[in-house]
């Protein structure tokens, strides 16, 4: 079988906010859109203070609770573990958008053009399909079968992996297949400790955090 | 440089209301429950005549009305019949194939056929559960996801319901003593009701949230439980006329004491959790 899942790095990831422009540029979102988002975090009071970069999204989760509160069917988890949705048939009553705890899913009801009126480029990507439904990341499933497709493996030929992943400029984005032992993201899941968001909610995320090495003492 | 008390808006860790839903979603609740509190009550008066009718028809009317509400949040209202397909994990879908099969059970039992009123029983109560479990099947938002919000909007849909059916009391006349006492008996488990939910979930909402409910169940405890319970005791004391007007205005206060509960609920609680990190990255030489 095979699982796809996301690893970020928390330890690398400078903010830089290239993950979420990528992301806009690959799937053409629109202004607020951000199916790839880097949350900016501060902890503590003066002078101990510690801040953090925190890249999130879907989570395409095990059991995902937006799955199961859809009236329509629309959203559906495929058996290598991306969520999906279909355009065509989601009705827009935005359920999931509040029963996914990870705020990833985003609905837009009327275009919103990034300077008022329509550019040439936002009327050449224009995709009336996405309008008034519910929209999230994919993991760019379109690239990931493509590439399998032509013998391509995800998360390590660029062709088919997720543009946020190629676009990370410190790699602290990894994406592959958790069912393969020898997978990229087997091994930095292995060699670090790592957490999952909200996880007392079980739902069973498939995008990992990892915030120290497996191998050094705890530090917190 | 400073931060906002709210956190960062929409890009922040920090718990943020939602804007998915708002007061047309609050309508299917406010809506619902009382047109299925309506028809649950109408049945169990077992009155007969025209008022009856016309009390089960004005529950429908609710239950329409609320679907109607939430049909103007669709974003694609034109494929609204696909909200159908999904029952088997759903409570959206399940709300909906509810209020269909409702529809036939309220108007047999209106035309007086034998055996129809439990079905119409059974289904409003159906209807109002699954509008219970919808919200709370929404895992986002910490204040809906309580298993609280169960009981509490079941009977809230229950006493709203009774509520119209003692303002209409004057006219359908079926408002007896045991059926008022039923009424004083549900207004205090709803505010039990309240109580534990509001319990249950303090620990766990944003602080927004936390001001929004307390206002909201302020309000409920003294205008929504405490004043028709006095009201209803009153008219026990009163002649018919006066115990009428005393408990209608009872029913009156009461129901719109459940409705603002809701659409509080809903508009102005909906916080969700935020981001909270478990760990933060260990960066550098560790001491």
Known sequence: MTRWAMVADLRRCVGCQTCTASCRHANATPPGVQWRRVLDVEQGEYPNVHRAFVPVGCQHCDDPPCMDVCPTTATRKRADGIVTIDYDLCIGCAYCAVACPYQARYKTTRPVNAYGREMENERKRRDDSKRAVATKCTFCVDRVDAGLATGLVPGVDPEATPACVNACITQTLAFGDLDDPASNVSRLIADNRHFRLHEELGTGPGFYYLWDAADKPAAE | ?287
């Open chain 2, 1 to 287: 440089m400073s931060y906002p008390p709210q956190g960062y808006g929409t890009y922040g860790p920090d718990p943020w209301r939602q804007t998915s839903w708002d007061a047309r979603a609050a309508g299917n609740f406010i809506g619902g429950g009382m047109g299925g509190g309506l028809i649950v009550f109408t049945v169990l008066a077992d009155a007969s005549g025209a008022a009856h009718a016309a009390l089960l028809s004005a529950g429908l009317a609710l239950v329409g009305f609320g679907l109607f509400c939430v049909s103007l949040e669709l974003g694609r209202p034109l494929r609204a019949l696909n909200v159908f397909r999904n029952p088997r994990t759903s409570w959206m879908a399940r709300e909906a194939w509810a209020s269909v099969l409702l529809v036939p059970a309220v108007v047999a039992t209106a035309a007086g056929i034998p055996g129809a009123s439990s079905f119409a029983l059974a289904l409003a109560l159906v209807f109002v559960c699954c509008q219970a479990r919808l919200l709370q099947a929404a895992k986002g938002i910490p204040a809906w996801r309580a298993p609280a919000v169960v009981p509490l909007l079941v009977f809230s849909g229950l006493i709203e319901g009774a509520g119209l059916f003692f303002v209409a009391a004057p006219w359908h006349g079926a408002a007896t003593r045991s059926l008022q006492i039923a009424f004083g008996a549900l207004l205090v488990i709803r505010v039990v009701a309240w109580l534990g939910y509001r319990r249950r979930v303090a620990g766990t909402i944003a602080p927004g949230a936390k001001a929004a409910l307390d206002g909201a169940g302020g309000m409920l405890i003294v205008a929504g439980t405490a004043l028709p319970l006095a009201l209803v005791a009153a008219a026990g004391f009163a002649a018919s006329d006066v115990a009428l007007a005393l408990t209608g205005i009872a029913g009156l206060v009461a129901a719109l004491a459940g409705a603002f509960v809701k659409l509080t609920l809903i508009t102005r609680a909906g916080f969700n959790q935020g981001f909270a990190l478990p760990h933060l990255p260990v960066r550098g030489a560790r001491t």
